[in-house]
C-alpha cells in the first residue's frame, strides 16, 4: 500500500488527467460559446441558439452541465476551475509561461478580483435588462475555422469586443499566471460567493504558521480557503506541519 504522501504526489497527475478527459467533453462547448456563440453572453441561451452545431443545444447536455454546476459548488466550491472547465486548462498551461506569477499575500492583489465583481454585474445586466441580444450571424460555409473568420467579419461592433475582450484577456495569462480564472471570469467569481458554504475543500488548520510553501506551489497565487483556492491539491504534500487536508471545515 502506497504511503500518504506518495498518494498526494500522485494528485496534480490525476488531476491533469481529469482536466484532458473534461478538455474531450467539454472543449467544444467552451469553443463555440466564445467563437460562435451569437449571444453577447455566452453559454446561458443555448436552446435558442441558431448554431446548429454547438452541443449545447442538445438538451440533455445543455440541463446537465447547468444542474451539475452550481451542486459541485456547494460540495467541492471551487474545483470545477480547477478539475473541469477547458478554460482553466488552457489558463493553468499558459500560467506555466508566464512572465509574472504573482504568488504574494499582499492585500493590493485583492482588488483584481474587482474585475470578477464588475463583470457579473455587467453580465447580469446584459442578461436581465438587454435580454442578451444577439449580436453576430453564425456563418457556416465550408470548414470550421473559415466560418468563424466570416463571422467575425459580420459580427456587430459590441459581439467583436466581447470577443475580443476574453480572447486577449486568456492570453495575457502568458503575462500574468491565470490572469484570466484570477481576476476576470464571472462564474469563477460565483464560485467564490458559494464556495464559502461548500461541505468540502482543501483546508487548512490552526497549525499554520505562514510559512508560505502552499502559496509558492500555488497555480491560482492563493492558500487553502483563502480566494482564488480552487481545490486543485497540489498544495497537500507541502505542508512541514500537515496543516493542510482535504474535507470539512474543522472548528477548533
Not at 480564472?181 to 467569481?189: L, T
Not at 497537500?236 to 474535507?247: D, E, F, R, T
Request: charged content about 15%; overall charge positive; glycine content about 8%.
Amino acid at each position: 500500500m502506497k504511503p500518504l504522501t506518495e498518494k498526494l504526489y500522485t494528485i496534480p497527475v490525476i488531476r491533469r488527467i481529469v482536466q484532458l478527459i473534461m478538455v474531450g467533453g467539454l472543449g467544444k462547448w467552451a469553443f463555440y460559446g466564445i467563437f460562435r456563440c451569437p449571444f453577447l453572453v455566452p453559454f446561458v441561451n443555448c436552446q435558442s441558439c441558431p448554431v446548429l452545431t454547438c452541443w449545447g443545444r442538445l438538451t440533455a447536455y445543455f440541463y446537465t452541465a447547468w444542474l451539475i454546476i452550481p451542486i459541485s459548488a456547494i460540495l467541492v466550491g471551487r474545483a470545477f476551475c480547477g478539475w473541469v472547465c477547458p478554460v482553466g486548462f488552457v489558463n493553468q498551461v499558459l500560467g506555466k509561461a508566464a512572465i509574472f506569477k504573482l504568488r504574494s499575500r499582499k492585500k493590493i492583489l485583492r482588488f483584481g478580483q474587482l474585475g470578477m465583481a464588475l463583470l457579473i454585474v455587467a453580465c447580469a445586466y446584459i442578461y436581465f435588462i438587454m435580454d442578451n441580444p444577439r449580436m453576430m450571424i453564425p456563418i457556416r460555409t465550408g470548414e470550421v475555422f473559415n466560418s468563424i473568420y466570416l463571422s467575425f467579419q459580420h459580427a456587430s461592433p459590441f459581439w467583436l469586443a466581447r470577443t475580443i475582450f476574453i480572447i486577449v484577456l486568456i492570453i495575457g495569462s502568458l503575462i500574468v499566471a491565470n490572469a484570466w480564472c484570477r481576476f476576470i471570469c464571472p462564474a469563477g467569481g460565483l464560485f467564490e460567493i458559494v464556495k464559502k458554504i461548500s461541505l468540502f475543500g482543501i483546508r487548512k488548520t490552526s497549525a499554520c504558521d505562514n510559512c508560505d510553501a502552499c502559496l509558492r506551489v500555488c497555480e491560482m497565487g492563493t492558500r487553502p480557503e483563502e480566494m482564488n483556492c480552487n481545490n486543485c491539491g497540489s498544495c497537500l504534500h507541502v505542508c512541514h506541519n500537515n496543516a493542510i487536508y482535504w474535507g470539512k471545515k474543522k472548528h477548533e
